[in-house]
Nanobody, 124 residues
């Protein structure tokens, strides 16, 4: 299984950015996908998740209303549309997959697969 994240970069406060995560190698389709992030000197934080079962979504309070997660099953790709970015959104963002509902967002130890991170820097 591979999860390949892309789309990070340097943007200014208030700008938008879209992250992508291409998934491959799965032999079953009952996996939820999500995003975590880790800022320098801080613990890893679950950002958002989309459930395999009903497409339900979950967001951290810090990004609710600004970020939108989506999943294109035909392309096996996960997206995170990030709007109104703030300096505190600066972090390495990781996509993750778990054979469960979005409960794994609360505990990264429940993740089955991690992708490599992509750095998002929000700075003026």
């Amino acid at each position: 299984v591979q999860l390949q994240a892309s789309g990070g970069g340097l943007v200014q406060p208030g700008d938008s950015l879209r992250l992508s995560c291409a998934a491959s190698g799965f032999t079953r389709d009952d996996y939820s996908l999500g995003w975590f992030r880790q800022a320098p000197g801080k613990e890893r934080e679950g950002v958002s998740c989309i459930s395999y079962s009903d497409g339900g979504t979950l967001y951290a309070n810090s990004v609710k209303g600004r970020f939108t997660i989506s999943r294109d099953n035909a392309k096996n790709t996960l997206y995170l549309q990030m709007n109104k970015l703030k300096p505190e959104d600066t972090a390495v963002y990781y996509c993750a997959a778990a054979f469960s509902s979005c409960s794994f967002l609360a505990n990264g130890n429940w993740v089955n697969y991690w992708g490599e991170g992509t750095l998002v820097t929000v700075s003026s």
